[in-house]
């Protein structure tokens, strides 16, 4: 019960409120104002742009592990030793077809719903590789292009 007088209390507060506003409101004579000019927007500073030596620093970061400042030979190559690992599913240190592929085979048995080892056009269409969206060009000043 006191919910619903509390609510009625609260919507009379505001309805008040309301009305207290509208009758506020200046109702003199209205002059006519001249119109108003459209303001010039201010040019937005343009973001820095990460250059080719940041991008090639942050590059070199992510190979020199231990931070000497030197990239060596095993630094470089681990990336590829291990995806070599994944690849090497039994771990005797050698690729065999099977292994270099699993990815590929599994991919082909995952599309081929009707499991009749070949692939009908609908089923060939689901191995398509989601491509990223390239970068759209950047925008160039008609007085420039």
């Known amino acids: ?81 291990k995806a070599y690992a994944k690849l090497d599913s039994n771990g005797d240190g050698r690729l065999s077809f099977e292994e270099w592929s699993a990815k590929t085979s599994d991919r082909f048995a995952k599309a081929d719903a009707d499991k009749s080892a070949t692939l009908t056009a609908e089923e060939f269409a689901t191995t398509r590789i989601a491509r990223k969206t390239t970068r759209p060009a950047p925008c160039v000043p008609e007085s420039e292009g």
């Open 1 to 81: 019960m006191w919910r619903y007088l509390a609510g009625a209390a609260g919507g009379l507060l505001l309805a008040g409120g309301g009305v207290m506003l509208w009758q506020g409101q200046d109702k003199g004579p209205q002059l006519a104002s001249a119109p108003l000019q459209a303001a010039e927007p201010a040019p937005l500073a343009e973001p820095p742009a990460a250059t080719e030596k940041t991008r090639e620093e942050k590059r070199f970061g992510r190979y020199d592990k231990d931070k000497d400042g030197k990239v060596s030979r095993e630094e470089f190559l681990a990336s590829r030793r």
